[in-house]
């Protein structure tokens, strides 16, 4: 499975972003898919994770502000990502994982996009 995100760029603060995920060989309908994010210094970090099924699961900070979603037809999976903030600003990766069981743990996704970088100016 090769995986390319997209979708990034410079937003102000209170602003929308939609990230995209584009995904070739295997579905989605065969993989779970999350997103990460890593900030400049720090470590990468869970962010949302959509199941085979479609059920969802965030990181706390971004409840209620992120949506994951996808199209399994498309082979694409999507951040939908509002009411942005500064702290949100970090290089965004999509990854799959063909495991059944959520894990919020990066090292557990076997498929890695290039990532897409996320400014949110103050």
């Known amino acids: 499975v090769q995986l390319q995100a997209f979708g990034g760029g410079l937003v102000q603060a209170g602003g929308s972003l939609r990230l995209s995920c584009a995904a070739s060989g295997r579905t989605f309908s065969s993989y779970a898919a999350g997103w990460f994010r890593q900030a400049p210094g720090k470590e990468r970090e869970f962010v949302a994770r959509?199941?085979?099924?479609?059920?969802?699961t965030y990181y706390g900070s971004v409840k209620g502000r992120f949506t994951i979603s996808k199209d399994n037809d498309k082979n694409m999976v999507y951040l939908q990502m509002n009411s942005l903030n500064p702290e949100d600003t970090a290089v965004y990766y999509c990854a799959a994982d063909r495991g059944f069981t959520y894990t919020p743990l990066a090292s557990d996704y076997e498929y890695w996009g290039q990532g897409t970088l996320v400014t949110v100016s103050s």
């Open positions: 959509i199941s085979r099924s479609g059920s969802h």
